[in-house]
T-cell receptor
Framework: GAVVSQHPSWVICKSGTSVKIECRSL??????MFWYRQFPKQSLMLMAT?????????EQGVEKDKFLINHASLTLSTLTVTSAHPEDSSFYIC????????????????FGPGTRLTVL | GDSVTQMEGPVTLSEEAFLTINCTYT??????LFWYVQYPGEGLQLLLK?????DKGSNKGFEATYRKETTSFHLEKGSVQVSDSAVYFC???????????FGTGTSLTVIP
């Protein structure tokens, strides 16, 4: 099967610090990865789409300088929350797509288990 | 814009009961529709999908029919098991591009 991992699963940090979350596809190459944010009792909200070797595409309203995304290899994408504040506390979920780079993805996205960020 | 509205939970059922989780959508064009399931401590997994009107997706005893006239994709199972306890998400993928829109999720607990 296709497995996606996230690390860490839970992180607590002080306000003003930066936090890096990793998303890895363990047994397949993912040309496209997605980052979502989920608030309690709300939908998953797409934050950005990252393609290996190119800049991420951010959704409207998502601050690029706040949420830095790097997709340096076909198996790893990272999300760095810079200068985190309590309002950034949330559940961050990544997913990976086996689709072809530059084209539409496949219908199946493989999700990581999520990372819970708590900013004090 | 595109959106998905999902029945709120939590839902608690006895084993072997009939399950329905309602999902309706708003979309321009002809989206694909999905149900994802998230078991405790795990990532979302694709449960079933339908890519055009009147298609029925089915898997593990669950099924859902793409109803364009009512813009719905309700999830059903005739006889639930304890192992079906999870959070279920309805989602759509727009007909152009990669973006998925998710419902809020419905927590299902099945008791013996």
């Amino acid at each position: 099967g296709a497995v996606v991992s996230q690390h860490p699963s839970w992180v607590i940090c002080k306000s003003g610090t930066s936090v890096k979350i990793e998303c890895r596809s363990l047994d397949f190459q993912a040309t496209t990865m997605f980052w979502y944010r989920q608030f309690p009792k709300q939908s998953l909200m797409l934050m950005a789409t990252s393609n290996e070797g190119s800049k991420a595409t951010y959704e409207q309203g998502v601050e690029k300088d706040k949420f830095l995304i790097n997709h340096a290899s076909l198996t790893l994408s990272t999300l760095t929350v810079t200068s985190a504040h309590p309002e950034d506390s949330s559940f961050y979920i990544c997913s990976a797509d086996k689709g072809l780079a530059g084209g539409f993805g496949t219908d199946t996205q493989y999700f990581g288990p999520g990372t819970r960020l708590t900013v004090l | 814009g595109d959106s998905v509205t999902q029945m709120e939970g939590p839902v608690t059922l006895s084993e072997e009961a009939f399950l329905t989780i309602n999902c309706t959508y708003t979309a321009t064009g002809y989206p694909s529709l999905f149900w994802y399931v998230q078991y405790p401590g795990e990532g979302l997994q694709l449960l079933l999908k339908a890519t055009k009107a009147d298609d029925k997706g089915s898997n593990k005893g669950f099924e859902a029919t793409y109803r364009k006239e009512t813009t719905s994709f309700h999830l059903e199972k005739g006889s639930v098991q304890v192992s079906d306890s999870a959070v279920y998400f309805c989602a759509l993928r727009e007909s152009t591009g990669n973006q998925f829109y998710f419902g809020t999720g419905t927590s299902l607990t099945v008791i013996p």
